[in-house]
């Protein structure tokens, strides 16, 4: 990526235009957040509902107080010890922050992301960018430029390409507005590192809260068109002997290395290391969702704190809201 890139696409953010954009974490639809046509065309190239707030990308700390009206050393600890990086902290929000890209809460999420186009992107603008993941609401998200244009075509202005993600999957998203931090969604940056940097206890938020405190919250996100299910190592083989000829093709995410590959059941053998699994989820899931299977079918993970991040992904790709421990029906 080159500096006239990075200075068209500052341009185009400052005439009130979209820009996709890489991080560490997915591809961001940027917008202008001082400007609300600007975050109104990334709802409607989205299709997302105006009440999900959006996150607010800055270059530096010492922005916060520009969107933030409560920095707290807390606040300043998180900072130092993980930004940049993928991590969004919600903070109380200057009065001058448009309600539309809250979601009319008083509250901002703000992030300052590690990838350099991002960087590179921000500083040439010099204030926040609004950007949600660039894909249609509850879609995939965006973890290549190709995917970008696959979601969005002509709707964004001018993607940024900056090759395959590092993380790939979204940031970890943790409420400081507060007197308890709260994680709001999980991330590759996990409760127990947050723990301890700031010396405290850290909650998780009830995910049926009736307004949404941060992206993903909705009960379908990150989702393939194609039906997804997500099920127990130990009902796979069981589930496997209920398909009919009309229930296939169907494809099986699999890190159970003993499953084997049969007519119309394809395997998708997954790595077993939570951060490469993370980084290669979203493509895989793009890819199976293009070839036509009747399901997509994912074996549940782990339980351990290093998979959180993972196991919310699934649980909303599936639409559950919990792990499945009963074999479903075909």
Known sequence: MTIPDITKAASILQSGGLVAFPTETVYGLGADASNAAAIRKVFQAKERPYDHPLIVHVATVTQLGDWAREVSPQVLQLARAFWPGPLTMI??????????????????????PRHPIAQGLLEAFRGGVAAP???????????????????????????????????????????????????????????????????????????????????????????????????????????LQTLQPQDLPIAIVALDESLSAADNIHIEKM??????????????????????????????????????????????ASGSSARLSQPPAT
């Not at 001058?96 to 703000?110: A, C, R, Y």
Request: glycine residues 8%; hydrophobic residues 40%.
């Open 133 to 239: 993941s660039a894909n249609r609401f509850t879609h995939i998200s965006p973890t290549t430029a190709a995917a970008v244009r696959e979601e969005l075509g002509s709707r964004v202005d001018l993607i940024l390409d900056g090759g395959d993600c590092e993380v790939g999957l979204e940031s970890t998203i943790i409420d400081m507005s507060g007197e308890q931090p709260v994680i709001l969604r999980p991330g590759m940056i996990t409760r127990a590192e947050i723990e301890a940097v700031l010396g405290v206890p850290v909650s998780s938020l009830r995910m049926d809260t009736p307004v949404p405190r941060a992206p993903g919250m909705h009960h379908l996100h990150y989702a393939p068109t194609t039906k997804t299910m997500l099920i127990e190592t130990g009902h796979l083989p069981g589930f």
């Open 271 to 316: 790595p077993l290391d939570a951060t490469t699994y993370a980084h290669n989820l979203y493509h895989i899931l793009r890819t199976l969702d293009h070839q036509e299977f009747k399901r997509i079918v994912i074996e549940a993970v782990p339980e351990t704190p290093e998979w959180e991040a993972i196991r919310d992904r699934l649980m909303k």
């Open 91 to 112: 903070l109380k929000k200057q009065p001058h922050v448009l309600d539309i890209v809250t979601g009319g809460q008083d509250t901002i999420g703000l992030r300052i």
